[in-house]
């Protein structure tokens, strides 16, 4: 499983969108960037099966969301979910800093996690994950796994309370892929969404022990 997101995929991208959004956004990762920003990413190695049975290994690598590199944000989003996003929502990515990141396979932008801190009464603070994705042809290697595993590092790290997202009540993959990772679901909203059936979605959650999160 490697998308789970939201409110993710009601349609799938056909295989012409996802090479176009791949060449374009290889193509705006210009060397310079990749230069700076490659001191501060995480390197795996993963092997990805071809179409003959063959492999190749490759390095999946995660870096910050900035005003530099905010266009790769938008292009992936443009391709994976049925919804425009406002300033509101790169600006929330942008501030949460490590919250957000970028995934890179051999240095192409396929997938993304973007969250945004909230302050609950009290002081405490809690993570929303606005949306996590996958382009499809890189799905089932864990880079998903990866990005929702650095997000809830940090949460153990910086005295998170909690982390929490929407998801469409029917959205099965979505729900189990969370749930493996601790989350479960605290509530159901009713017409959440507006123009998607169904309309109402799950509260999806973990909440972290003070000595879990202060570790």
């Known amino acids: 499983m490697g998308l789970v997101t939201t409110k993710w995929a009601y349609s799938r991208p056909n295989g012409k969108a996802c090479l176009s959004i791949f060449l374009s956004l290889s193509k705006t990762t210009n060397r310079s960037l990749l230069f700076l920003s490659r001191s501060s990413r995480l390197f795996v ?3 990805r099966k071809t179409a003959m049975g063959t492999g190749r290994e490759a390095s999946v690598s995660l870096d910050g969301v900035r005003d530099k ?9 443009t391709v994976l979910f049925p ?3 406002n300033d509101k929502y790169y600006a929330d990515a942008i501030a949460s800093g490590e919250f957000t990141k970028l995934a890179y396979y051999s ?6 996690i973007a969250c945004r801190l909230e302050k609950k009464e009290g002081g ?6 606005m949306t996590l ?10 880079i998903g796994s990866k990005l929702l595993n650095h997000v809830l590092d940090i949460c153990t790290k910086q ?10 009540t029917n ?16 509530d159901t909203i009713q017409d959440y969404y507006i123009n998607i059936e169904p309309r109402d979605c799950y509260v999806v959650t973990k909440s972290f022990a003070q000595s879990e999160a202060s570790k």
Do not use: W
Not at 124 to 129: E, G, H, K, P
Not at 159 to 168: A, D, K, M, R, T
């Open 159 to 168: 005295n998170i309370s909690e982390i929490y997202l929407h998801v469409q």
């Open 171 to 186: 959205n099965e993959d979505a729900i189990k892929f969370y749930k493996k990772f601790g989350f479960e679901i605290t």
């Open 107 to 112: 240095d192409i932008c396929v997938g993304a």
């Open 133 to 142: 994705g996958v382009l499809a042809p890189y799905r089932g290697i864990g």
């Open 83 to 85: 919804v425009r996003y």
């Open 69 to 77: 590199n905010v266009m790769q944000l938008k292009k992936l989003n």
């Open 124 to 129: 405490a603070m809690r993570v929303y994950i």
């Open 45 to 47: 190695r993963v092997e």
